[in-house]
């Protein structure tokens, strides 16, 4: 089946081309960070907006670039439903309804987490069930027993701020440009280790969730009275991501450790950063245990996830039933089996 990936949760308009057979034909993005930089985070009006405006152009250049002829050589389309931005996730929503409902083929919303819990297994390298995930994605952090898909269990998850939005607020401190999280990897790089020490928070506890609140709270403690010059800044940066990654490698051995899984899944945003890609690559190394993640560029929010798992369960006959459907929020674990 040929399946078109719509993903708009967000700030990226995002489509894509999945064949079941063939794998991934084609797909586009158009990020929306210039326009959100000068407000220094996302506006919900102004991403809806823009996906309405983006989205026509997206799918044409996909079809192109794919070389699908005709509406005829697509059988289903899928678009993110939820979580995300209530009025972005409408647009994709109805975009996508309509073009099924014009082209007479199913159409599925699905789960933007799924997603990018098996964009690995884009990659030819792909991990075979069960593994454990750490999904770092914008405002969800959260450790996942994958048994299948849809078979879910959630192991433990951020109490307050994600990690993504804990590099975004200790960036803005540093007065980074936003996105944060990059740009405070980048600055990190210029480091000097030891000046600074951040708590590594929940770390012995023993379960697996997460909280980031107190750890930005103690970066404004730690910078109040501190001249932040160039130095400075890098030196609370590389302090900040080494907390980040020792509390993310910490509950990922915990979670591999309490289900019995040797195969760890990282994806997400933050799962590009490169601090944490190399301490996981170390830490499963001398396990014996072996780390999966996507390609970089299928880190962030992209429509070439949507349309794999689009295929995956439109392939095992599920469809929309009762119309488009948007969902600001929607619980992973209760999503249906394939």
């Known amino acids: 089946m040929l399946t078109l990936g719509i993903e708009t949760s967000c700030d990226e308009t995002a489509v894509a081309l999945y064949d079941s057979d063939a794998?991934?034909?084609?797909?586009?993005?158009?990020?929306?960070?210039?326009?959100?930089?000068?407000?220094?985070?996302?506006?919900?009006?102004?991403?809806s907006?823009?996906?309405?405006?983006?989205?026509?152009?997206?799918?044409r250049d996909v079809a192109r670039s794919a070389g699908v002829d005709g509406p005829q050589d697509v059988g289903g389309i899928a678009y993110t439903a939820g979580p995300g931005l209530i009025g972005a996730l409408m647009v994709g929503a109805s975009v996508a309804s309509s073009l099924a409902f014009a082209w007479k083929v199913?159409?599925?919303g699905v789960h933007h987490m799924e997603g990018h819990l098996l964009a690995p297994m884009l990659e030819d390298e792909s991990p075979e069930f069960p593994f454990v995930a750490l999904l770092v994605s914008g405002g969800h952090t959260m450790l996942v027993a994958v048994e299948g898909i849809g078979r879910y269990k959630i192991l433990g998850e951020t109490l307050d701020d994600a990690v993504g939005e804990a590099f975004d607020k200790?960036?803005?401190?540093?007065g980074l440009p936003y996105p944060?999280?990059?740009?405070?990897?980048?600055?990190?790089?210029?480091?000097?280790?030891?000046?600074?020490?951040?708590?590594?928070p929940m770390l012995n506890r023993p379960n697996c969730d997460f909280s980031f609140s107190g750890l930005k709270t103690a970066v404004v403690i730690a910078t109040r009275d501190v001249a932040l010059d160039e130095?400075?800044?890098?030196?609370?940066?590389?302090?900040?991501?080494?907390?980040?990654?020792?509390?993310?490698?910490?509950?990922?051995?915990?979670?591999l450790e309490m289900t019995g899984t040797t195969r760890l899944v990282v994806a997400g945003g933050v799962g590009a950063n490169q601090r944490l890609r190399e301490r996981l690559a170390a830490e499963m190394?001398?396990?014996?245990?072996?780390?999966?993640?996507?390609?970089?560029?299928?880190?962030t929010d992209n429509g070439a996830m949507i349309a794999h798992v689009g295929a995956l369960r439109l392939g095992a006959g599920q469809t929309d039933r009762d119309g488009p459907v948007a969902r600001a929020r929607w619980p992973l674990d209760s999503l249906e089996p394939v």
Do not use: N
């Not at 034909?25 to 506006?43: C, I, T």
């Not at 907006?49 to 799918?59: G, S, V």
């Not at 200790?170 to 540093?174: F, Q, R, S």
């Not at 800044?233 to 900040?240: E, N, P, Q, S, Y």
């Open 23 to 47: 794998g991934l034909l084609a797909h586009r993005l158009h990020s929306q960070v210039d326009l959100h930089r000068v407000y220094g985070g996302v506006v919900p009006e102004l991403a």
């Open 285 to 299: 190394s001398r396990r014996g245990g072996r780390l999966f993640y996507p390609r970089t560029e299928f880190c």
């Open 231 to 255: 130095q400075t800044r890098a030196d609370v940066a590389l302090a900040f991501e080494q907390a980040v990654v020792d509390t993310l490698a910490g509950k990922c051995l915990l979670a």
């Open 180 to 200: 944060g999280g990059p740009a405070l990897a980048a600055l990190a790089t210029a480091g000097r280790p030891g000046r600074f020490s951040f708590p590594r």
């Open 49 to 59: 907006r823009d996906h309405i405006r983006k989205l026509p152009a997206l799918i």
């Open 106 to 108: 199913p159409v599925l």
């Open 170 to 174: 200790t960036a803005k401190l540093l």
